[in-house]
């Protein structure tokens, strides 16, 4: 099979992208990892969903010590905190403040923007096929 560079490609789309979100949110003084654990956060809170590091761990794809390092961060800022439940001391559960709540609610136009963007340069069966492709490389990467 001849070699497409297909990992390079997806390699140079992904610093592309990385590199206009950092622009963006580099004046708010806050990084796309940050950002989208804030993101991560109001979604399950809207439906009522705990979360809790190991959560985030594996929505990220982060290390625990990077997870806890982000976490503790986001909560020096402001933009979270950390909770204990009765009976679990161990396990902390994350609870945006109204200052991450705003920072997600002042960036949604953004993300929806680069969403649209993304989405611009394809049809909508191209879309779903990129998306059903996505999920396949992922699932292959995580074996």
Request: charge should be positive; charged fraction near 35%.
């Amino acid at each position: 099979m001849e070699n497409k560079r297909l990992f390079g490609k997806i390699c140079y789309l992904q610093r592309q992208m990385y590199r206009e979100i950092n622009r963006e949110l580099a004046e708010q003084g806050i990084t796309p990892v940050k950002l989208q654990t804030l993101i991560y956060l109001i979604k399950n809170e809207r439906v009522k969903n705990e979360v809790c590091q190991r959560d985030i761990e594996r929505e990220l794809n982060l290390r625990p010590s990077s997870v806890s390092a982000l976490l503790k961060s986001l909560e020096r800022e402001g933009y979270l905190i950390r909770t204990f439940r009765d009976g679990d001391a161990r396990t902390k559960y994350l609870e945006l403040t109204e200052k991450g709540r705003k920072l997600c609610k002042d960036n949604k136009l953004f993300m929806e923007k680069c969403d649209e963007t993304v989405q611009s340069a394809l049809s909508d069966n191209e879309q779903d096929e990129l998306q059903k492709l996505l999920e396949k490389i992922i699932a292959k990467i995580s074996e």
